[in-house]
Each structure stands twice: as C-alpha cells, then as structure tokens.
C-alpha cells in the first residue's frame, strides 16, 4: 500500500506534459544564429551595412588535428566588399606554407546564382569547395606560401539596392514626372513646319 501511494504521490508531483515553452525565459530572436565548432575556432570580420552586423568567419585546415600544436597560421592583412566586382577581397600578409583556406560567408553578404562562385587567387582562377549552411555558405581552396590576393566573386553582394536607395529613386522618377506635365517646356519653343 505504501508502495501505490508513493507511486502516485510521485506522479502528481512530476509534470506529465511532453512540451515545454521557454519563451519567457529565453528571447527567441536574440539567438538567430547557433554558432558551430568552425565558427568558435575560427576569426572574423564584422561588416555594417544599414545599421546591420555581418559576420565573416575564416580560418585555415578545416579540421581540429592541428589544435595545440606550434604550427604557424597564415596572417590575413585586410578583408573588404567590393561592390564593383561584386566580391570579397581578402589581402594576406603572411602564408608560412601550403595550407586550406576557408570563408564562411551569409548570403546575404556575398550570394551567386546557382552557388557558382568565382575563387581568384593572385589572379589565377582557383577551384574551391562550397559547401552550405541554412544561411551561409563556405569556400573553402588551397592558398601556397606566395598567396598576397585572393578575391571571391559571386553575383549579389551588400549593399546592392539598399531599401532607401529604392525609395529615394522612386521619389525622385515621380518628382520628373509630375514636373515635365505641370511645366512642360516643349509647348514654348517654336515650331519650325
């Protein structure tokens, strides 16, 4: 008796729902994006567009075997947009020796149709491997310890259009159409038959 008591003293006391809602606690949209291990071990560059952060992380190897270990890692000198091109330009300072180069880049920074980037290093056109996250993606290539230059190119990068560059274009057809029918100049000229 003591046994059926305690089982169903135990059973009252222990939640019987199978769902659980943390959104009190935590604030879903404060962790948009979960960070992996390539991302923890890795460095980045932090590029502001309209009041927005992005995110590009790099690194070199692609695994954890040289973790620890006393090798030297190439040194990247700069990482800019060029709007231009469409592309990523990244400057190396040093590369002691033949190593695996990779960008995690979001989409929305640097996206190409069909996910067929363009690697350039020191100007010679580089296969590469791509692979892609929900909303990033990873080139990954090789760089040799003379690599200065590496640009990868895609077909949209930010700030194509922003939203106000849109507004502002707009607005100002709108402003041309309205003026030319209000004054139209073509009525005061004169008219040679």
Same mark, same amino acid.
């Given at each position: 008796m003591i046994k059926?008591? @305690?089982a169903i003293f135990l059973l009252l006391i222990i939640p019987t729902s199978? /769902?659980?809602f943390a959104e009190h606690i935590f604030n879903s949209e404060a962790y948009a994006q979960y960070l992996d291990i390539s991302?923890?071990?890795s460095k980045k560059v932090t590029f502001t567009f309209d009041e927005k952060s992005y995110d590009i992380y790099y690194g070199y190897r692609g695994s954890l075997d040289s973790m620890g270990s006393d090798e030297q890692y190439p040194i990247l000198s700069s990482m800019?947009?060029?709007?231009e091109r469409k592309s990523i330009e990244i400057v190396m300072e040093d590369v002691p020796e033949k190593t695996d180069f990779w960008v995690r880049t979001p989409e929305d920074v @640097? #996206?190409?149709? =069909?996910? +067929? /980037? +363009?690697v350039l290093v020191d100007g010679v056109d580089t296969r590469y491997d791509l692979m +892609? /996250?929900?909303?990033? #993606?990873?080139? $990954? /290539?090789v760089i040799s310890e003379d690599t200065k230059?590496?640009?990868?190119? =895609?077909?949209?990068?930010?700030?194509?259009? $922003?939203? #106000?560059s849109v507004l502002i274009l =707009?607005?100002?057809i709108l402003g041309l159409v309205y003026f030319t029918h209000k004054f139209s100049f073509g009525n005061s000229l004169p008219r040679i038959n």
């Open positions: 059926i008591s @305690l199978s /769902f659980v991302q923890i071990e800019n947009i060029n709007e @640097l #996206y190409a149709d =069909g996910e +067929k /980037f +363009k +892609k /996250f929900p909303n990033d #993606y990873v080139v $990954g /290539f230059n590496i640009e990868i190119i =895609g077909t949209r990068v930010i700030p194509e259009f $922003g939203a #106000y =707009g607005i100002t």
